[in-house]
C-alpha cells in the first residue's frame, strides 16, 4: 500500500494526559499538512511542512500541540495536556511539487478525551 | 480569510435525479477541489480544478469551475445509492498552499 498511513487509528485519553500521533506520507511526497476535522465539519489546517521545516502553523495550533517531522519523512503531532475539546478526527495529507498540490489523505486518527 | 460556503447542506434524491451542489469561495484562489467522505472514513479526492472554465467528469459526476464567479458545482446525474456519501469543496489558501475546506453536503441517494 503506498497510500498515507497514519497511527493509531483510535485513541482514547483522559484529561490531561499528553498523546502523540504519527503519520508517514506517500514516499516521494515532500509536502505534509495536519487538519482536524470536527464532527458535521470540512477539515481545518493546523500545520504544514516541506520536507523537514514547518513552515506554517494555525492559529488553531495552540502551545499545547506540537508537530515534527525529523529528516522529511513521517511526521509526529503531539498534544500535551489533553482538554475534552481536543476531541476530534486529526488527519495527515500529503502532495508533491507540479501536482496542483493535489493532497492525499491518510485514514485519521480518532481521538476521545474523557 | 478565504472563506468556502457549501449548498446545500443535506440533500436527499431519489435514484435516478439530478442535483447539482454549489461551491461559493470568498477570495481568489487558483485551485478547486472536490473531496468524497464515506462516514467514518477519510477523504477521497475527485476532482482537482485548475482554472477558469475548468470541467472534468468521472462517470455520474461532473465538477466544473468559474474563477469570476467564485464558483464550483459537482452535478451529479442519474444517482445511484452508491453515492450516498458527504462532498466536501476545498479552496487553495496561504503560503502553505493549505485547503480550506466548506462544511460539506450531506447526500443521501433514496431507492
Known amino acids: 500500500d503506498t497510500g498515507v498511513s497514519q497511527d493509531p487509528r483510535h485513541k482514547i485519553t483522559k484529561r490531561g494526559q499528553n498523546v502523540t500521533f504519527r503519520c508517514d506520507p506517500i514516499s516521494e511526497h515532500n509536502r505534509l499538512y495536519w487538519y482536524r476535522q470536527t464532527l458535521g465539519q470540512g477539515p481545518e489546517f493546523l500545520t504544514y511542512f516541506q520536507n523537514e521545516a514547518q513552515l506554517e502553523k494555525s492559529r488553531l495550533l495552540s502551545d499545547r500541540f506540537s508537530a515534527e517531522r525529523p529528516k522529511g519523512s513521517f511526521s509526529t503531532l503531539e498534544i500535551q495536556r489533553t482538554e475534552q475539546g481536543d476531541s476530534a478526527m486529526y488527519l495527515c495529507a500529503s502532495s508533491r511539487p507540479g501536482t496542483a498540490n493535489e493532497q492525499f489523505f491518510g485514514p485519521g486518527t480518532r481521538l476521545t478525551v474523557l | 480569510e478565504l472563506k468556502v460556503e457549501q449548498n446545500p447542506l443535506f440533500l436527499s434524491m431519489q435514484e435516478g435525479k439530478n442535483y447539482t451542489i454549489y461551491c461559493n469561495y470568498s477570495t481568489t484562489s487558483d485551485r478547486l477541489y472536490w473531496y468524497r467522505q464515506d462516514p467514518g472514513k477519510s477523504l477521497e479526492s475527485l476532482f482537482v480544478?485548475?482554472?477558469?472554465?475548468a470541467v472534468k467528469q468521472e462517470g455520474r459526476l461532473m465538477a466544473s469551475l468559474d474563477t469570476k464567479a467564485r464558483l464550483s458545482t459537482l452535478h451529479i446525474t442519474a444517482a445511484v445509492h452508491d453515492l450516498s456519501a458527504t462532498y466536501f469543496c476545498?479552496?487553495?489558501?496561504?503560503?502553505?498552499?493549505?485547503?480550506?475546506f466548506g462544511s460539506g453536503t450531506q447526500l443521501t441517494v433514496l431507492p
Open positions: 480544478l485548475l482554472s477558469n472554465g
Open positions: 476545498a479552496a487553495l489558501s496561504g503560503s502553505a498552499r493549505q485547503l480550506t
